[in-house]
């Protein structure tokens, strides 16, 4: 059974960064976790995805250059590295697994969630 943990959420200024973590258990080498975020209000958004196996990575166009995922197989985890924070990167951050071989950046296509980690850039 898949089960996802992210930390490193917190409350950070505008332009600094923070590195989210998801620590994974249960997962097969041809799965794929994926980062998404939820802003109040907001449907839920996909910014990352890397292949467990191989370290194939996929981006949301308004992430990319600024956020980097990351995976570290010993640990069983995988990171999101973002930089250059804006107040609109505020959100609700999850990680979540796609029990397929295939990026996607579709969530309905992902089947395990994480409890999802808090991310508030303000001054």
């Known amino acids: 059974q898949v089960q996802l943990v992210e930390s490193g959420g917190g409350l950070v200024q505008p332009g600094g960064s923070l590195r989210l973590s998801c620590a994974a258990s249960?997962?097969?080498?041809?799965?794929?976790i994926g980062w998404f975020r939820q802003a109040p209000g907001k449907e839920r958004e996909f910014l990352a995805a890397?292949?467990?196996?191989?370290?194939?990575?996929a981006y949301a166009e308004t992430v990319k250059g600024r956020f980097i995922i990351s995976r570290d197989n010993a640990k069983n985890t995988v990171y999101l590295q973002m930089n250059s924070l804006k107040p609109e990167d505020t959100a609700v951050y999850y990680c979540?697994?796609?029990?397929?071989?295939?990026?996607?950046?579709?969530?309905?296509?992902?089947?395990?969630w994480g409890q999802g980690t808090q991310v508030t850039v303000s001054s």
């Open positions: 979540a697994v796609r029990s397929n071989w295939a990026l996607s950046t579709t969530q309905y296509e992902y089947d395990t």
């Open positions: 249960g997962i097969s080498f041809h799965y794929v």
């Open positions: 890397i292949r467990w196996s191989g370290g194939s990575t």
